[in-house]
């Protein structure tokens, strides 16, 4: 074991994957010689070349479109897309001809393209560094989505994901990027801080996607988060002093129906929580999914903690967030509740 961050452990994933596969490459705005503008990617392209470790241009649509193309035809691209708010320049390509490619010649082609891009604030980049559109690629048939919140999984997801044959759009939360928070979750870490926070694997390992994560048993009410929000919420329980569990998905689609529905059961209630605005985020749908797989072990109504319906407000970054206050008179009222 190593004591790695988040960083730390997607960069030691891309090295060991272009090692153990010449067909791995990486593509992206200032990957190379800059390293990433999170230093992700720093000192691949010094190891394994120009070729493999591509710089481009400032133009997503084109970025995405040629990988799709590299991957139909062997290789097995990694695109890093600086911020998730840049992505939207990429979007058809990705729901358009990406996501439906399997499925439209029949199984005959496909490309393994991984999507990471970093999400989320927290480090006061305002409307246009800070989004979070996970949401939206859940829609898109064909799509696999997933958002780690631990250096240890973030490593193991991105491993499986460089593998899977089909195309998965790797979130990263930015807010954590340098480790979890260092006290108080709802003000702001030491920005670029490079302490080291969770023991990784320096070898091979994979993690599954499609599997959640239970951080935290409890027996009160069950809690559905995943990124950020899981250290945000196990700050909440414990200030609270609830026997919540924490259900970190880490993974959207696929989704792990089997674990959110035994956790409902036993708690019978359950709260929400994604930094994402309110409508239509994915808190919806885990909201249908429990009150469709749950309805009859339920004990109060579930109840979703998110960020506001507003466009990102950078002068009131950390009201934005859900932080714990709102969290525990989420808890509060899903206890409360006959």
């Known amino acids: 074991m190593a004591q790695m961050n988040m960083i730390q452990a997607l960069n030691s994933a891309m090295n060991l994957m272009m090692a153990r596969d010449p067909d791995v490459i990486i593509i992206g705005q200032d990957v190379g010689y800059f390293g990433g503008v999170f230093r992700a990617t720093d000192g691949l392209q010094r190891q394994y070349g120009e070729h493999r470790v591509i710089d481009a241009p400032i133009a997503e649509g084109g970025i995405v ?42 199984g005959d082609f496909f490309s393994p393209l991984t999507i990471r891009t970093p999400c989320g604030g927290g480090i006061r980049g305002g409307q246009t560094h800070s989004q979070s559109p996970e949401g939206i690629f859940t829609h898109v048939a064909g799509l696999k989505v997933v958002m780690p919140s631990n250096p240890y999984d973030a490593k ?15 979130f990263e939360p930015k807010r954590i990027y340098n480790g979890p928070f260092d006290g108080d979750p709802d003000k702001p870490a030491v920005p670029w801080s490079s302490h080291p926070k969770g023991e990784v694997p320096e070898e091979y390992y994979t993690i599954p996607l499609g599997r959640a994560e239970i951080t935290r048993e409890g027996s009160d009410l069950t809690v559905l988060c995943y990124g950020t929000m899981v250290h945000v919420c196990e700050a909440a329980a414990k200030a609270a002093e609830v026997d919540a569990e924490i259900v970190d998905l880490r993974s959207m689609v696929p989704l792990d129906v089997d674990t959110i529905r035994s956790s409902v059961e036993k708690t019978g209630r359950c709260v929400i929580a994604h930094e994402a605005t309110r409508f239509s985020g994915f808190g919806a749908e885990l909201a249908a999914t429990v009150q469709e797989e749950c309805f009859y072990s339920l004990e109060a ?30 808890f509060e009222k899903v206890l409360e509740a006959a």
Do not use: C
């Open 301 to 330: 109504p579930i109840l979703r903690v998110t960020g506001w319906d507003t466009p990102y407000p950078h002068a009131f970054e950390w009201e934005y967030f859900p932080g714990q206050a709102r969290l525990i008179a989420a």
């Open 156 to 170: 193991g997801m991105l491993i499986t994901a460089i593998e899977d044959d089909d195309p998965v759009i790797f």
């Open 65 to 106: 479109g040629s990988a799709i193309g590299m991957g139909v035809n062997g290789l097995r691209p990694i695109v890093e897309i600086q911020f998730a708010d840049y992505i939207y320049p990429g979007y058809d390509q990705l729901a358009s001809e990406l996501a439906k490619l399997r499925y439209r010649t029949a």
